[in-house]
């Protein structure tokens, strides 16, 4: 099994504040890399697909890069709406998610 | 708009086997594939299975010897059966729908249904 490990497990920022959150894979998954967002009794939402690509609708704040096992996503300019907890997954093999990122107000 | 609503029991008893279905709205259901995930607190988010229409059907390891995901294009439901579930199954349960055989990742969830195992 693929392992995905997160990190921070939790970060602390403002509104306008720009955030990382990195996604590490247990082996290589070439850009087989999707990000999600899910706001608390809500389901999980597409953010980016392939590593960097943006599913559409999704503000061009967001942003991810990476390939192989290390990955990021990058919020520029936090927006209240924004706080949520993140979720990276591996689609290289079956599918495996990582734990969670929480993006709390500081 | 194609939505997802999930339904089912909601509390089920150890040994027995859950049922979950997943209603498809305002889309067609042979076109694409179609995922159960489930979410506790203590395993995070898990894949639990997908399928097509065109009869491809695969699930998690972990979880192959208890699990059937169906179509039933009739009525636009995927469902979802575990059986011998215990109290590690008591997790919120989405339907979701993988957009395309490019990559398997999910473009649309439905809300989830939480499912508890309890006597």
């Known amino acids: 099994d693929i392992q995905m490990t997160q990190s921070p497990s939790t970060l602390s920022a403002s509104v306008g504040d720009t955030v990382t959150i990195t996604c590490r894979a247990s082996?290589?998954?070439?850009?087989?890399l999707a990000w999600y967002q899910q706001m608390p009794g809500k389901a999980p939402k597409l953010l980016i697909y392939?590593?960097?690509t943006l599913e559409s609708g999704v503000p061009s704040r967001f942003s991810g890069s990476g390939s192989g096992t290390e990955f990021t996503l990058t919020i520029s300019s936090l927006q209240p709406d924004d706080f949520a907890t993140y979720y990276c997954?591996?689609?290289?093999?079956?599918?495996?998610f990582g734990q969670g990122t929480k993006v709390e107000i500081k | 708009q194609v939505q997802l609503r999930e339904s089912g029991p909601g509390l089920v008893k150890p040994s027995e086997t859950l049922s979950l279905t997943c209603t498809v709205s305002?889309?067609?259901?042979?076109?694409?594939?179609w995922s159960w995930i489930r979410q506790s607190p203590e395993k995070g988010l898990e894949w639990i299975g997908f399928?097509?229409?065109?009869?491809?059907?695969d699930y998690n390891p972990s979880l192959r010897s208890r699990v059937t995901v169906s179509l039933d294009t009739s009525k636009d439901q995927v469902s979802l059966k575990l059986s011998s579930v215990t109290a590690a199954d008591t997790a919120v349960y989405y339907c979701?729908?993988?957009?395309?055989?490019?990559?398997?990742?999910?473009?649309?969830w439905g809300r989830g249904t939480l499912l508890t195992v309890s006597s």
């Open positions: 399928t097509h229409h065109n009869g491809i059907t």
């Open positions: 082996q290589s998954i070439s850009s087989w």
């Open positions: 392939k590593a960097s």
């Open positions: 305002g889309g067609s259901i042979t076109d694409f594939y």
């Open positions: 997954q591996q689609y290289n093999s079956w599918g495996t």
């Open positions: 979701a729908r993988v957009p395309s055989t490019l990559g398997w990742y999910f473009d649309l």
